[in-house]
Nanobody
Framework: QVQLVESGGGLVQAGGSLRLSCAASGRMFSDYSMAWFRQAPGKDREFVAAISWNGHLTNYADSAKGRFTISRDNAKNTVYLQMNSLKPEDTAVYYC????????????????WGQGTQVTVSS
């Protein structure tokens, strides 16, 4: 079992930045690839970014490329999502998730989920 707790969401103006954190506990954090997903009201949960167990590999949704950066610190059992140049369409609940399969963009591949953190970008 892995428990995931997100933090760092909030209200920000368009063009601003936020850094989300996801703290993991339970089984060894470095066993898992991690990802961020998001879900806006009335929409499906969508993939944002993923990172391999050692942090050497990352991949991003087109909407996140060039603006968001995923990273992890295995010593702190934490994965991060740095979000810059935020847009109103980035408004959503952001979730972190864990899987043993690197790079998967399908939500069904992920075994463990956090409770989510709200990000609201005002225009």
């Amino acid at each position: 079992q892995v428990q995931l707790v997100e933090s760092g969401g909030g209200l920000v103006q368009a063009g601003g930045s936020l850094r989300l954190s996801c703290a993991a506990s339970g089984r060894m954090f470095s066993d898992y690839s991690m990802a961020w997903f998001r879900q806006a009201p009335g929409k499906d949960r969508e993939f944002v970014a993923a990172i391999s167990w050692n942090g050497h590999l990352t991949n991003y949704a087109d909407s996140a490329k060039g603006r968001f950066t995923i990273s992890r610190d295995n010593a702190k059992n934490t994965v991060y999502l740095q979000m810059n140049s935020l847009k109103p369409e980035d408004t959503a609940v952001y979730y972190c998730a864990a899987t043993t399969i690197y790079g998967a963009s399908s939500r069904w591949t992920y075994d463990y989920w956090g409770q989510g953190t709200q990000v609201t970008v005002s225009s």
